[in-house]
């Protein structure tokens, strides 16, 4: 005890060794490696710039490269090694979380005994024609094993036998044209349709309503080759032995067919098999160029009605039914035996805590899975968002973190239906509604090499612009210009072309769910064709063995530049949503577009002029012209039948103004000031969910935006008028049709009205 007195006293006797140790001690903590606070200015100020510059081309590179080598279809062993693999570089990355989430949802395979094929039958029943059953490959990958043969998922199984009609792209006008205009039947037909225009779901849809009882699948070099274009591998045009892979579901945003509206986890109620949501009733099956050449070549019965039937296969294009000539007595088979069985898939969620609000989220999420080897779907999103994930890494890893917390998400089963995604969205969903600020998608960064394409809500609009002229193009003539630039020169808008081009949501993607079931915030952007010139569907080899690392690094983006901007764009995105004081949303913008989707509905309506008077479509709030505020063109004879809508938009524009103005002026540095601001920026998009849904598409939520009914892969907008209006003349009871008309629009008037009513000053 007194030698240790002792040593006190020196100490304490020893002011200059005390200050010493002191200066030592505080020194080292201060330099020790320690996550830092958010509001270290050498790493908060310069983290925007750092987080694009970190990002390389050649890292894309890498990860496409290696996400590639083996095929990954949902389902399988090596898309679960795959996500295992993204789980474990995630947390090398440093997010403070990645988990594996798994459901058990509907999957659907060929049999591996009875493969799916067409036949061409004689009048004893002899197959003297039988389609391809396997693409060949590509070179290089020969000895590839656990290559699927093309096929359409959840098709029904079946072995049909009758005469073929020609039903160019099974529109749902290709259809009327058939039934109204040439009097031609497709009831107990087989049809064949060609792929491109719309989802080819839409297509099998349009085919059980004509009463066919198969479809086949064919791409026509017309949409699926390129004028001077190779076919691959010496070109990135379709080899007439490849065929377009896709689910063929009716799911109308339900997520598993067995589990609509709930996780497809273990303690959930399933339906039978059979009794699957959206499932068709007839066998579909794909088929490439060369063998459709051989069945349309030997069709009779009608024309072509117009050059817009036909495609550049060596044929007439005769419509049928049935063969011509001396094949009069032939028909086609089908042989369809493809199998739908309950599979286990996994979602990777990775988490970025936030750290002022923790509690609001960002979500960038796209899929994983592919058809094959993905080349580009998806592969050219997942490696993009493997590299945004490590970008983000790296800043927190130097002490950074984001203001609200960052959800990085690598989806499976996208391909059968958006599966994974609304899953999770389906899990999650009463914490989504309540904290998920927005949603970004990372599927394919590239669809073509042109320019930029986006597609979000209007919330978003004034933010792309702003960070694409952050950004430099890299397309070729457009050196030391923006981003912004070149979209702006390669693709004004339509309707104002000082602004590029920005399409509305539909789905085909795994926004769906968070935006139209949800009304989250949701926007996607990836580089794509051009749209005017070139009229081929999509990118040519779209869902092949052909979609390889090769096609991307040879034809596509040699230089990874087009995917390393959209990585930039994408990173972007999240990092303003994330770490902006305020939430970059613009609801001025929202106001402008409702204002151009009603004149839109106007326009339609008008072509009814005598129906709108006879049925009195104003459910009571005419106003002569001059005494309302409804702009006068959307006025009909001094009454404006949708003054309800046209009222409710511009008390929406007001709020919106009105909203800003304050946003302008709210103090900062007040946190429950700023706090109720986002908020009301957060919940508008919430606005324009009814929770009722659209009629018979109760899981398409959103009343301003929705797929089209006839083309889930185009957005609709107004969806629930629009679709009341579609082919109203051809209606049985106009009366009782022209009411639901009205029953629309007062729906539509009511959430509009609503959505302004959240923008006004918390009382």
């Not at 996550?35 to 694009?52: G, M």
């Amino acid at each position: 005890m007194a030698r240790s007195k002792a040593t006190l006293c020196t100490w304490l006797g020893c002011p200059g060794l005390l200050g010493c140790f002191l200066l030592g001690f505080l020194a080292g903590w201060f330099t020790k490696p320690t996550e830092k606070t958010p509001n270290s200015s050498d790493v908060y100020q310069n983290v925007r710039y750092k987080l694009v510059a970190e990002m390389k081309a050649e890292s894309i590179k890498r990860f496409l490269r290696s996400f590639t080598k083996l095929p990954h279809l949902a389902g399988t062993e090596q898309n679960l090694l795959l996500a295992k693999q993204i789980q474990g570089q995630w947390k090398e990355f440093g997010l403070d979380s990645a988990e594996l989430v798994h459901y058990d949802v509907l999957l659907s395979y060929p049999d591996e005994k009875q493969p799916n094929y067409v036949s061409v039958i004689d009048d004893q029943g002899n197959e003297i024609f039988n389609t391809s059953l396997f693409e060949p490959a590509p070179p290089g990958y020969e000895n590839v094993t656990d290559i699927l043969p093309p096929y359409n998922a959840f098709s029904a199984q079946g072995v049909p036998e009758a005469d073929l009609v020609y039903v160019n792209y099974g529109r749902t006008e290709d259809f009327f044209k058939l039934e109204r205009e040439m009097g031609i039947n497709c009831t107990g037909k087989i049809v064949i349709a060609r792929y491109g225009k719309i989802f080819r779901g839409n297509k099998v849809k349009n085919a059980i309503l004509a009463g066919a009882q198969g479809i086949i699948l064919y791409s026509d070099p017309a949409d699926y080759c390129a004028p001077g274009v190779d076919p691959y591998p010496k070109g990135w045009n379709l080899p007439g032995g490849g065929a377009q892979r896709g689910n063929v579901l009716n799911l109308n945003g339900a997520g598993d067919p067995l589990t609509p509206g709930y996780p497809a986890k273990e303690y959930t109620f399933r339906y039978k098999v059979n009794e699957g949501v959206g499932i068709p009733k007839i066998p579909v099956h794909p088929i490439g160029y060369h063998d459709a050449e051989v069945l349309l070549r030997a069709m009779g019965g009608s024309a072509a009605p117009d050059s817009s039937w036909k495609g550049s296969l060596n044929v007439s294009y005769n419509i049928g039914p049935g063969f011509a000539d001396n094949s009069s007595t032939r028909k086609v088979r089908m042989h369809v035996h493809t199998n739908n069985k309950i599979t286990r898939i996994y979602n990777v969620i990775g988490i970025l805590r936030g750290a002022v609000e923790p509690d609001r989220y960002i979500i960038l999420g796209g899929h994983r899975d592919s058809w094959v080897f993905g080349g580009i779907d998806p592969t050219t999103g997942a490696a993009v968002l493997q590299e945004v994930v490590r970008s983000f890494g790296k800043m927190k890893m130097e002490g950074w973190r984001p203001k609200r917390t960052i959800i990085f998400a690598s989806w499976d089963a996208e391909e059968f239906g958006l599966l994974g995604s609304t899953e999770w969205a389906e899990e999650n969903a009463r914490v989504l509604q309540e904290r998920a600020v927005a949603y970004i998608n990372t599927d394919s960064s590239i669809e073509g090499n042109y320019t930029l394409r986006v597609d979000c809500t209007p919330l978003l609009y004034k933010l792309v612009y702003n960070l694409t002229k952050e950004i430099l193009s890299p397309d070729e003539g457009y050196e030391n210009k923006s981003l912004y630039d070149s979209w702006l020169e390669k693709d004004p808008a339509t309707e104002n072309n000082s602004y590029p081009r920005i399409n509305k949501l539909g789905s085909g993607s795994d926004f769906e769910a968070y935006f139209q079931r949800l009304g989250i915030a949701s926007g996607r952007v990836r580089y794509t064709k051009n749209r005017k010139a070139d009229k081929f569907s999509n990118y040519p080899v779209y869902h092949t063995v052909y979609e390889t690392f090769e096609l991307v690094e040879q034809f596509y983006d040699p230089a990874f530049k087009k995917q390393l901007t959209i990585a930039q764009l994408r990173g972007k995105l999240v990092y303003e949503l994330a770490d902006s004081q305020v939430i970059p949303f613009d609801c001025r913008d929202y106001g402008e577009a409702l204002k151009g989707y009603s004149n839109r509905i106007y326009k339609l309506a008008k072509k009814h002029e005598e129906q709108l008077k006879t049925y009195k479509v104003s459910f009571g709030h005419n106003v002569p012209r001059g005494k309302s505020r409804c702009p006068s063109t959307a006025c009909w004879k001094g009454w404006c039948f949708l003054y309800p809508l046209f009222s409710a938009v511009m008390n929406f524009s007001k709020a919106a103004a009105e909203f800003h103005r304050r946003l302008e002026q709210v103090d900062r540095k007040d946190p429950v000031a700023v706090r109720i601001m986002n908020d009301q920026l957060m919940f508008l998009e919430r606005a324009f969910i009814d929770p009722l849904g659209l009629p018979g598409r109760k899981f398409y939520r959103h009343i301003i935006f929705a797929p089209s009914s006839h083309n889930k892969y185009a957005g609709e907008s107004f969806p629930g008028i629009y679709d009341a209006m579609f082919d109203i003349e051809n209606e049985a009871d106009q009366r009782g049709a022209w009411e639901e008309v009205k029953r629309q629009i007062s729906i539509a008037a009511f959430t509009v009205q609503a959505a302004a009513g959240t923008l006004k000053q918390v009382a």
